[in-house]
């Protein structure tokens, strides 16, 4: 199982690396935690889910995803 995280956070960061419009709203943890939320969803796709979270991070100011999950 060791290979499949190591897999999945190789996937995340490249994910990451190419939306360069995240990294003001969220770090690379912060964004593994958006994967980890979406997984306990009901969204069937993660990129709609992280579009609806940006677009809410954008409305309250731009404030990071840890504070913004913990409201």
Not at 42 to 67: C, D, Q
């Amino acid at each position: 199982m060791e290979m499949a995280g190591e897999f999945k956070n190789k996937i995340l960061k490249e994910m990451y690396v190419e939306n360069t419009d995240l990294h003001d709203l969220m770090d690379f943890d912060e964004f593994k935690q958006v994967y980890e939320d979406w997984k306990e969803s009901s969204f069937v796709s993660f990129t709609p889910y992280l579009e609806g979270i940006v677009k809410r991070i954008k409305l309250n100011n731009k404030i990071k995803y840890s504070a913004f999950r913990f409201k």
